[in-house]
């Protein structure tokens, strides 16, 4: 990854490179109505959807996913 990018930028320019747009699965309504019905709201930004559909499709390992989406989330709550 490049020092000059923001993770933003990054994941944006490798899902380009992939050609990985993200879109809902099953699962994910699943997760969502599970949630709202316990009462919980979590709420994901486009950027972490992405980050999410780069490791289901094999672009970026689990650990990779870990690590991006932390550092979005630092560098998100840093703005």
């Known amino acids: 990854m490049s020092d000059h990018l923001s993770i933003r930028e990054y994941v944006i320019e490798l899902a380009t490179e992939f050609s990985i747009r993200y879109h809902p699965t099953p699962d994910d ?4 109505i599970a949630t ?14 992405l980050i999410v559909t780069l490791k289901r499709a094999g672009a970026i ?11 979005y989330l630092s560098e998100k709550t840093q703005i």
Do not use: K
Not at 61 to 71: A, D, K
């Open 29 to 32: 309504t699943l997760a969502e």
């Open 61 to 71: 390992s689990g650990n990779e996913m870990v690590t991006l989406l932390s550092r």
């Open 36 to 49: 709202r019905l316990a009462g919980d709201e979590v709420v994901t930004d486009e950027i972490e959807d």
